[in-house]
T-cell receptor, first 116, second 112 residues
Framework: AQKITQTQPGMFVQEKEAVTLDCTYDTSDPSYGLFWYKQPSSGEMIFLIYQGSYDQQNATEGRYSLNFQKARKSANLVISASQLGDSAMYFCAMREEQTGANNLFFGTGTRLTVIP | KAGVTQTPRYLIKTRGQQVTLSCSPISGHRSVSWYQQTPGQGLQFLFEYFSETQRNKGNFPGRFSGRQFSNSRSEMNVSTLELGDSALYLC???????????FGPGTRLTVL
């Protein structure tokens, strides 16, 4: 079974509007971390935001916030006030922490296009 | 602080050859992980090193190998290249094995 599911292959958003990118996950590990990365066309993966499974509050980093709904196993990324530079691929990833391994499981990504 | 650097950035090889990719982590980071990204399979974990020891390995054939040096720099090697090895190879580093991973720009390998 897929550990990370991103159901939106592509999304469009008007500049200055907010957009939500969906991510659901599947794990039996009670301790895990959820990450979002941005990948521009240059290829480099840029870390955006992290949410731990035991964190009580949703993570926020500037214009990025993570809508964490543990019971639904979802970790959606919200980008507020979209900018043209936000156009990129966005990947949701998970690390299962009980195993002690540091590897990330990635979703298939969502291509976000910001329209002027 | 300088980010993760990977060399070379682009590489073209032919089937049957071998290749070595290099990764220099962020200063002070001791954990290095490698990932392969292809259009068909997406991002897949290759292996993870910490203090010169391989801690974890993904589901890849033995043609894929790696190592980490005492200065935390890491190399990965792919022997007997196949067309399907064409991919973007990404290296990521973190201070320890429990921290956020920061990625380099990747090495784009093309196998002809």
């Amino acid at each position: 079974a897929q550990k990370i599911t991103q159901t939106q292959p592509g999304m469009f958003v008007q500049e200055k509007e907010a957009v939500t990118l969906d991510c659901t996950y599947d794990t039996s590990d009670p301790s895990y971390g959820l990450f979002w990365y941005k990948q521009p066309s240059s290829g480099e993966m840029i870390f955006l935001i992290y949410q731990g499974s035991y964190d009580q509050q949703n993570a926020t980093e500037g214009r990025y916030s993570l809508n964490f709904q543990k019971a639904r196993k979802s970790a959606n990324l919200v980008i507020s006030a979209s900018q043209l530079g936000d156009s990129a691929m966005y990947f949701c990833a998970m690390r299962e922490e009980q195993t002690g391994a540091n590897n990330l499981f990635f979703g298939t990504g969502t291509r976000l296009t910001v329209i002027p | 602080k300088a980010g993760v650097t990977q060399t070379p950035r682009y590489l073209i090889k032919t089937r049957g050859q071998q290749v070595t990719l290099s990764c220099s982590p962020i200063s002070g980071h001791r954990s290095v992980s490698w990932y392969q990204q292809t259009p068909g399979q997406g991002l897949q974990f290759l292996f993870e090193y910490f203090s010169e020891t391989q801690r974890n390995k993904g589901n890849f054939p033995g043609r894929f190998s790696g190592r980490q040096f005492s200065n935390s720099r890491s190399e990965m090697n792919v022997s007997t290249l196949e067309l399907g090895d064409s991919a973007l190879y990404l290296c990521a580093s973190s201070p320890t094995t429990r921290d956020t991973q920061y990625f380099g720009p990747g090495t784009r390998l093309t196998v002809l």
